[in-house]
């Protein structure tokens, strides 16, 4: 399955890949090591344009690997401090193998490299992990067992307890609040194109009843296509799929300008606009990675936090603007239509942008 490039600005969670061994522990972390050399402090948002040291990373992003891995090694006493994992109150000590950084691309896409680490453990006691909020969420999963641990921590939380190999401490519920914070994630603050899609729907009416027949063709058409494309029954090529997001997002804005009256056939569009949505929301999901033993709760989780994303929006666009001004009769010429125009001019952009 191939995953949607990430933009040199936004970044998606790290991800650690946790094999617990009876002596040893070995950490594999992908993640940008410009950020973390930049010491940008991604507890504050992903978008590395609008932070501090941002110069500082689209310099680093420009550096051939043999020289980002000097730069990283040399702070690497520095970095170790902030990564920890502890076994029965016990720090471990974490022994730097290797970074693999890749050559210098597309310096308009994120750079992925992957930090090998191992630490000693001395019994079969838990471990519990964690890292420095300045350097973001990230998705732990342990691998090497059977149902192991899969969880999401936010800005500087520490993991439930990862348990050695023939036991796990992460039970189907749990597995499926997790990924619900995943789901939500991916919409507020991540999802800008689908919630800038979602907006567009609130913005065609100020009646309730066109607006349900709205939500419930995208909710039930991206729950379709997220479960096809996470059993693997459908290849996403992000390439065709994140332009025609981009589309869906401006044909919604025409619409919302043109067309007076909700008709029939605008639920169906919508339908078929949701099972692209739902395209994107399966590369996010396989960029994550499903536990095996709890594939199900972990899918159900995601949808669930997609969807809990996608009704806080339309409520915050409701309390913001809809209550107090979709009564009065200058609301869509004066409110809907102009946003929607606006609308419309971003998803253009984003249009190019993925093309090109």
């Not at 933009?7 to 991800?15: D, M, Q, V």
């Not at 650690?16 to 948002?45: C, G, H, N, W, Y």
């Not at 997790?178 to 939500?184: E, K, L, M, Q, S």
């Not at 919630?195 to 027949?213: C, E, R, Y």
């Amino acid at each position: 399955m191939k995953f949607v490039p990430l933009t040199a600005h936004e970044l998606s969670p790290s991800i650690l890949d946790l094999t617990v061994s009876p002596k040893t522990v070995q950490l594999k972390i992908r993640f940008s090591v410009e950020a973390m050399l930049a010491e940008l402090d991604l507890s504050k948002m992903s978008d590395t344009g609008l932070l501090e040291n941002a110069a500082k990373y689209d310099e680093l992003r420009n550096l051939k690997p043999d020289q980002i891995k000097e730069r990283f090694y040399n702070r690497w006493p520095t970095f170790a401090k902030y990564i920890q994992l502890n076994q029965s109150g016990r720090a471990v000590a974490l022994n730097l193998q290797k970074l693999s950084v890749p050559d210098v691309g597309n310096i308009e896409l994120t750079r992925i490299s992957h930090l090998y680490v191992e630490g000693k453990i001395e019994n079969n006691e838990p471990i519990v992990f964690s890292w420095s909020s300045s350097f973001g969420p990230i998705v732990v999963r342990q691998l090497g067992v059977e149902n192991g641990l899969t969880q999401f921590l936010a800005n500087g939380d520490v993991s439930d307890p990862i348990f050695p190999i023939g036991s796990s401490g992460n039970g189907k519920f749990d597995t499926f609040l997790d990924y619900i914070v995943v789901g939500f994630d991916h919409i507020i603050p991540k999802g800008w194109d689908h919630i800038i899609f979602v907006l567009g729907l609130f913005f065609f009416s100020t009646k309730l009843k066109p607006l349900i027949w709205q939500i419930s063709a995208f909710t039930l058409a991206h729950t379709v296509t997220l479960a096809l494309g996470s059993f693997g029954y459908i290849k996403i090529v992000p390439e065709i799929v994140e332009p025609l997001i981009a589309l869906s997002i401006i044909y919604i804005s025409i619409e919302n300008i043109f067309i007076k009256k909700f008709t029939s056939w605008r639920p169906i569009v919508i339908f078929a606009f949701g099972m692209l949505h739902g395209l994107g929301f399966a590369s996010v999901l396989g960029e994550f990675g499903l536990p095996t033993g709890f594939f199900v709760p972990a899918l159900l989780g995601f949808n669930v936090g997609v969807e809990l994303g996608q009704l806080s929006v339309v409520l915050i666009a409701f309390i913001s603007i809809g209550y107090w001004l979709n009564k009065k009769n200058y609301y869509n010429k004066s409110v809907a239509h102009p946003i929607s125009a606006i609308i419309g001019l971003i998803g253009a952009f984003w249009f190019i942008e993925r093309v090109i």
